[in-house]
């Protein structure tokens, strides 16, 4: 399975509320790996294969109906033996903001009643016989219908697919996100911060961890300590600077968040091989030789 996520975006829905479609397609041609920001609730009328969905990977067939959360990284793979006489699967989707719930509960007082108190889901979610019999039907029921049919349709289908009591686990977002996320934040931390001391103690209570965590997280996660880090960001840093300006290494040394010159030139020398001096000559050797 490809597992590089693409950039999707669902058909224009300017002049509607939401997106259905009836979609008859090769096998090979469905979506891959991809997000998009809706709840998409997806019914399989022809084809089989396996379905990823955040950090869960499942076997589908004709007959599923499975609810996938805003933001949640998903694919549907069908298996190509399992196309009709014309090489194609078929399956029913449609796909809505969470401002419309929001929006229908405000308006409508009965629709409001029916789903207080719902807690929305961020799992992925497949439904069970009774239930998914249910949404197949209305979804079967949306292609012979106008607009506003559809419209009153989605209404009716709102309190089956957040209030069903058969719905199965399906998948949870990818850990991996969050972890990204928090490594984002971290990496900004540092780079506000950097010119002077970090403890442990403040950088785990940014991003919410205590001090034993953060450390076991991060280690795991980059293969290096905090410390370490830290020091190769500053030395990144003392590396541009020494080739783009005309500051003294001493200078250097204080701006990058060294409180001591003889520690950073020690640092310094270890990591890159040279001393911040002759790593200043041999850049600008190199640049003199380019220019002949």
């Known amino acids: 399975m490809d597992d590089t996520a693409i950039p999707y975006r669902l058909p224009e829905t300017e002049n509607h509320s939401f997106f259905f479609i009836d979609q008859r397609v090769e096998p090979g041609i469905e979506a891959k790996l991809h997000r998009h920001d809706a709840w998409e609730l997806y019914c399989v009328v022809h084809g089989r294969g396996r379905r990823m969905a955040g950090d869960t990977l499942q076997p589908f067939a004709a007959g599923d109906v499975a609810l996938i959360p805003p933001g949640m990284l998903h694919r549907w793979e069908y298996a190509p033996d399992s196309a009709d006489g014309r090489g194609c699967v078929r399956y029913l989707m449609v796909a809505f903001a969470h401002s419309l719930v929001e929006r229908c509960m405000e308006v409508f007082p009965e629709l409001r009643n029916r789903l207080a108190g719902v807690s929305f889901p961020s799992d992925a979610s497949k439904f069970g016989p009774e239930s998914a019999r249910t949404i197949r039907n209305l979804l079967s029921g949306m292609n012979g219908m106008d607009e506003l049919g559809r419209l009153c349709e989605m209404l009716r289908l709102l309190p089956v697919v957040f209030t069903s009591s058969d719905r199965t686990f399906a998948g949870r977002p990818m850990r991996i996100e969050r972890d990204v996320r928090r490594m984002q934040h971290i990496s900004a931390y540092v780079m506000a911060h950097y010119v002077h001391p970090i403890s442990l103690d403040d950088i785990a209570a940014e991003v919410g961890m205590n001090r034993s965590a953060f450390c076991s997280y991060f280690r795991r996660s980059k293969g290096m300590t905090f410390s370490q ?34 520690h950073f030139i020690r640092v310094f020398t270890r990591e890159k091989g040279v001393s911040p001096s002759r790593y200043r000559k041999a850049l600008a050797s190199a640049a003199e030789k380019g220019s002949d």
Request: glycine share 2%; charged share 25%; net charge neutral.
């Open 229 to 262: 880090f830290v020091t190769r960001y500053r030395l990144d840093t003392a590396c541009e600077l020494l080739a783009r300006s005309q500051k003294q290494v001493s200078e250097i040394c204080f701006t990058v968040g060294f409180n001591d010159l003889s």
